[in-house]
């Protein structure tokens, strides 16, 4: 796996989901730890997001056999 695979993959859906788990933490008024964490959670994942859209995508995998041969029509 390389690198534009894992972000693909990992890092910015687990950045947009630290995103949003920041939000949650921040106005739930239970626990007052994920309240005071919040804002560093939200900071994380607007960071990690960030660099994970400016990774390009991964390249798509040309399949030969699957452009050849007679055409149906």
Do not use: K, T, Y
């Not at 390389?2 to 947009?16: A, C, D, I, T």
């Not at 400016?54 to 050849?68: G, K, Q």
Request: aromatic share 10%.
């Amino acid at each position: 796996m390389n690198l534009r695979q894992f972000n693909q993959r990992f890092l910015e859906p687990g950045s947009q989901l630290f995103m949003v788990g920041g939000i949650v933490f921040l106005c739930q008024p239970w626990v007052p730890l994920l309240h005071e964490w919040s804002v560093l959670i939200m900071l994380l994942g607007i960071i990690g997001f960030n660099v994970a859209v400016h990774i390009p995508a991964p390249e798509p995998v040309d399949r030969p056999e699957a452009s050849e041969g007679p055409a149906h029509g």
